[in-house]
């Protein structure tokens, strides 16, 4: 019977994702995301325009729903751009 080789020993390992954030920054700050506030809103969106997860933006979910929807919102209205601006 063939011997497993041990590739899996010279792998490097992966690293964990470090939460960003312990405390979400709406419930901290007791302010409900707006659409109007494109300036904050811009922090929670990747250069690719992606609404950023929640493990990724430390976000709490009730206020990530929150997110979301003031972003779209926000797309709708033109006050934050839908996808990357081309090159």
Not at 22 to 47: G, I, Q
Not at 58 to 70: D, P
């Amino acid at each position: 019977m063939a011997k497993k080789k041990d590739k899996d020993k010279n792998r490097p390992q992966r690293e964990k994702r470090k939460p960003v954030n312990e405390v979400c920054p709406f419930c901290e700050s007791h302010r409900a995301p707006d659409y109007k506030d494109a300036v904050n809103l811009d922090r929670f969106v990747s250069e690719r325009r992606k609404i950023w997860s929640r493990a990724r933006s430390g976000v709490c979910a009730k206020h990530q729903r929150a997110l979301s929807r003031e972003i779209k919102r926000a797309r709708h209205l033109a006050l934050l751009p839908f996808s990357q601006t081309p090159y």
